[in-house]
């Protein structure tokens, strides 16, 4: 179901961060593909089905990387697609989703109002809602780089997941957990969007008011009860890590492997940073999740690691 473009994505170990991280460092990058992010691999399994059962519709609520991501996918397949985003996503995000011709429209709020709206558009309009995480689909499709993970060679002792609304991390998760069960699954969130990080270490549903961090791609504050349940059987540990800690991995990446990377990608760096102690001599693999990336704030962002 999924266009191999979004396959067999490059895993390298990346030696020049070596030495500032104290580990060995692999790399999976999910942005060399037409919407620079891991999400088309779940987007492509649920259009497929959309458009095999005669569907004609969907609208998801989105960060920004969701919405072109589903966009790409429908376009491909004639399926109508309606992305609600905050106005306040990034620019380039929102800009893309308009030029794959998906329909925008903007909530002057978060990304969970920004899924409020979408239910809502979904009833009246009687077409799929494709929510991200809790869409078995779009954990499936993640879970693709699981098993391209823990087919490589050489083996590798952890992996450092971005965590948001969890589909990355619970689809990666269940693969390693079920294939290589002595690889850590370690999962990495924003001090300033902790709600799903709260809810793992308390195993129940913890919201928060609000969020403030620069990784606009994580920045949930529900998460989804089915979801947690599913991320408590593959997570081995979920960290918070502090702004400071995502510039200075984005700038790393950007001076030692030559990438651009939006604020998510760099959660897993920013881990290592925070703890070199616990990766020291340690082989670990990052999954280099998204580049889709206002370039103002990412040279605002750079400059200030």
């Keep these: 179901m999924i ?53 004609r519709a969907a609208v998801c609520a989105s960060a920004g990387n969701l919405g072109q991501a589903l966009a790409w996918s429908g376009r491909r397949r004639g399926l109508d697609v309606t992305v609600v985003a905050s106005r306040f996503a990034p620019a380039a995000k929102l800009e893309r989703i308009r030029a794959l ?30 929510e991200d995480s809790l869409d078995i689909e779009t954990c499936e499709g993640a879970a693709t780089i699981g098993l391209e993970l823990v087919n490589s060679v050489p083996s590798f002792d ?94 790393l990446l950007l001076e030692h492997a030559g990438l651009v990377v939006e604020p998510s990608a760099a959660l897993g760096i920013a881990a290592i940073l925070e703890d070199r102690d616990r990766f020291a001599g340690r082989h670990v693999v990052t999954i280099v999740c998204g580049s889709n990336v206002d370039m103002d704030a990412y040279h605002r962002w750079i400059g200030a690691a």
Excluded at 33 to 41: D, E, H, L, T, Y
Excluded at 118 to 123: C, K, N
Excluded at 240 to 248: D, F, G, N
Aim: hydrophobic share 45%.
């Design 3 to 55: 266009d191999p473009i979004f396959l067999d994505t490059p895993l390298y170990r990346c030696e020049a961060l070596e030495p500032d991280l104290g580990c060995a460092v692999s790399i999976k990058l999910e942005t060399a593909n037409p919407v620079r992010s891991f999400k088309a691999r779940g987007t492509e399994v649920v259009a497929s089905l959309l458009a095999g059962d005669g569907s």
């Design 101 to 130: 011709d998906a329909r925008l429209e903007l909530v002057d709020g978060d990304f969970d109002m920004a899924r409020e709206r979408a239910a809502a558009v979904a009833r009246h309009d009687g077409i799929r809602l494709v």
């Design 158 to 251: 952890a992996v450092l997941i971005a965590l948001g609304g969890g589909a990355l991390a619970t689809g990666v998760g269940h693969v390693v957990k079920a294939c290589a069960p002595e690889v850590e699954v370690i999962c990495v969130q924003p001090l300033g969007a902790p709600a799903m990080t709260h809810s793992w270490r308390q195993r129940r549903v913890v919201t928060t008011d609000s969020t403030d961090t620069i990784a606009d791609g994580v920045a949930g504050r529900r998460p989804i009860p089915a979801v947690l349940d599913d991320l408590l059987l593959v997570a081995d540990d979920a960290v918070l890590v502090r702004e400071a800690s995502i510039m200075a991995g984005m700038r």
